[in-house]
């Protein structure tokens, strides 16, 4: 999904744009360095839900702006977007 537009992209496209968004703020959460490591290239529902062996987010959110992604049930550029234009808006208030 291009998040500018909510179209359907090509592979190649959506890849691209999926890339670029990987370090924007809307994407990022504050977890302690072990967990971050552990997680780091698991599926959004691993992340959240662990792996079995492993804890995942829901076990360690402790603050609001980690809480509120336990709410989302997909995670894609559209939910970047969306949370960065938020947490960009709490910034400047």
Do not use: Q, V
């Not at 959506?14 to 780091?40: D, F, P, Q, V």
């Not at 049930?73 to 234009?85: G, L, S, Y």
């Amino acid at each position: 999904m291009d998040p500018n537009t909510g179209n359907e992209l090509n592979y190649e496209g959506g890849k691209e744009i999926r890339n670029s968004m990987i370090y924007w703020i809307g994407n990022m959460t504050l977890l302690r360095a072990r967990l971050n490591t552990t997680l780091r290239n698991h599926s959004f529902d691993i992340k959240l839900n662990g792996d079995g062996r492993n804890k995942g987010i829901k076990e360690y959110a402790d603050l609001s702006i980690t809480k509120e992604i336990l709410k989302e049930k997909i995670w894609n550029e559209i939910k970047i977007k969306e949370r960065t234009e938020r947490i960009c808006k709490e910034i400047k208030r």
